[in-house]
């Protein structure tokens, strides 16, 4: 199984709103990634977690909340988001957290924000 | 600081055409090369990565890139371009520090005419 699966495809929701996105790995990776990705523009990274760890915050606000349960989840919590905050929130995976290893992406998450 | 150019933003190729999307990468050592693919609607998939050795890499779906020290590029290459070769193409740049972090190039849009 080389696949990263990302629920749900699309979601659209009200500022005041609280919603999560979910990511699954079962390759056995113990880094994993949310990249925020606008339209015409490269993955902007949010977060990494290794071995279950939070590692890097890149200055994300504090309305995104990423949870690591286990090896193979990954889940961003989101509230009180913004209109600029609709893009596509996509999951990466990789056997470690190093520039070398290969990112394996999920098809993502179409997120609206009204 | 890395940085990584795609300098054409669209290239429309003919069906049956050969393709070159161009990528520079300004770093202060030869870091780790890479090039995705990102269909519509669709996350991110590998096609190559160069690390060190021979200089001339090959990837999926019938593509290869060649990287040129002297010149900082690692442009990517395909023959003969099928149909289903229209999509956004990224060329990323890792560093050989301990760091995780890729850095993405703008992207080139690729549109295949019949």
């Known amino acids: 199984d080389t696949e990263v699966t990302q629920t749900p495809k699309h979601l659209v929701m009200g500022m005041t709103n609280k919603k999560s996105l979910k990511c699954e790995q079962h390759m056995g990776h113990r880094a994993m990634y949310w990249y925020k990705q606008k339209a015409k523009k490269p993955p902007e990274l949010m977060f990494v977690?290794?071995?279950?760890?939070?590692?890097i915050n890149e200055s994300v606000p504090s309305r995104f909340s990423p949870e690591c349960p286990n090896s193979s989840l990954l889940n961003l919590h989101l509230h009180a988001l913004q209109p600029e905050d609709s893009a596509l929130y996509l999951c990466?995976?990789?056997?470690?957290?190093?520039?070398?290893?290969?990112?394996?992406f999920g098809p993502g998450t179409r997120l609206t924000v009204l | 600081a890395q940085s990584v150019t795609q300098p054409d933003i669209h290239i429309t190729v003919s069906e049956g055409a050969s393709l070159e999307l161009r990528c520079n990468y300004s770093?202060?050592?030869?870091?780790?090369l890479f090039w995705y693919v990102q269909s519509p609607g669709q996350g991110l998939q590998l096609l190559l990565k160069y690390f060190s050795g021979d200089t001339l890499v090959q990837g999926i779906k019938g593509f290869e890139a060649e990287f040129k020290r002297s010149q900082s590029s690692f442009n990517l290459r395909k023959p003969s371009v099928h149909w289903s070769d229209a999509a956004e193409y990224f060329c990323?740049?890792?560093?050989?520090?301990?760091?995780?972090?890729?850095?993405f190039g703008a992207g080139t849009t690729v549109t295949v005419r019949a």
């Open positions: 990323a740049v890792g560093p050989w520090s301990n760091d995780y972090k890729l850095s």
């Open positions: 990466a995976s990789s056997l470690g957290a190093r520039s070398y290893n290969e990112q394996f």
């Open positions: 977690y290794s071995y279950e760890k939070l590692s």
């Open positions: 770093y202060g050592a030869t870091p780790y």
